[in-house]
């Protein structure tokens, strides 16, 4: 997908988004609670920098960015709409940036070092070789003892994409009943579209590749993975 391609989609269907997570389709209720006890501890451990990729609105991780203020936080979307809406719900917050522009393009160019860097369902639209481009310049990037948290799906091992698919949109027809059918028709086109998750074992193995050796599930509901990653000087 291009840069142009995922704005235009993503200024059409926000709003089903926002609808399909209010549903708590995607476990944001569950996986950013435990962000924000994953924040907490970071907080409690000194003043932090947090860098979001693809943090679309923002809306869900707000509230633990409420309880475990950051130094600053840096949002990096291609969709301005959801920026625009980003900006108001992160208007309590002491220090934000708010860029519009490529997430991979955003981190490979920081000349900053982050405590954490977030991304939340962004990266299975990257393919394998962007993915792995992530890594390498999420781990340049980050502090010593800074954390790599990723939600996203994650495909089985050994599975392929087709069958993940398969999986996903039977898991989408049969569970998101709140969502009107011909929006749900869309959603379950942009995922087949779109979606390019990776097996836990890619994955660990690019953030190995880059130096960061430590990782850890936090949580799984389902396809969706919460994945902390870090280097040797992991503190958690
Ligand atoms: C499914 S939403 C997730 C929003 C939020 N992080 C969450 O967890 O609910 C994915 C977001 O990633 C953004 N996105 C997708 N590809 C991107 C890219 N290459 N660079 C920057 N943002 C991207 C989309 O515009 C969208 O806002």
Redesign the pocket.
């Known amino acids: 997908m291009t840069?142009s391609e995922?704005?235009d989609l993503?200024a059409r269907s926000w709003s089903l988004?926002d609808h399909i997570?209010e549903h708590n389709y995607m476990f944001?209720q569950e996986i950013y609670a435990e962000l924000s006890e994953l924040l907490k501890q970071r907080h409690d451990a000194g003043q932090y920098h947090m860098l979001d990729?693809?943090?679309?609105n923002a809306r869900?991780l707000v509230p633990a960015l409420m309880e475990s203020l950051p130094g600053h936080y840096q949002g990096?979307?291609?969709?301005q709409t959801?920026l625009d809406e980003a900006a108001d719900y992160l208007v309590k917050l002491p220090s934000v940036t708010l860029t519009h522009?490529?997430?991979?393009r955003a981190v490979e160019s920081t000349s900053d070092k982050w405590d954490v860097i977030f991304t939340?369902?962004?990266l299975h639209?990257?393919p394998a070789e962007d993915k792995a481009k992530f890594f390498q310049a999420a781990a340049r990037c980050l502090s010593a003892g800074g954390w790599l948290v990723m939600?996203d799906v994650v495909r089985q091992e050994r599975q392929s994409r087709e069958h993940y698919l398969e999986g996903y949109l039977k898991f989408m027809r049969e569970t998101w009943s709140k969502v009107p059918p011909d929006q749900l028709d869309e959603a379950c086109a942009h995922v087949e579209s779109y979606d390019f998750p990776e097996s836990r074992s890619t994955l660990n193995e690019m953030a190995q590749t880059s130096g960061l050796n430590r990782s850890r599930l936090i949580s799984q509901y389902a396809q969706h993975h919460t994945l902390l990653f870090a280097g040797d000087q992991l503190k958690y």
């Open positions: 840069s995922s704005a993503f988004y997570t944001h990729l693809g943090c679309g869900y990096v979307d291609l969709s959801a522009g490529d997430l991979l939340g369902y962004a639209h990257l939600v």
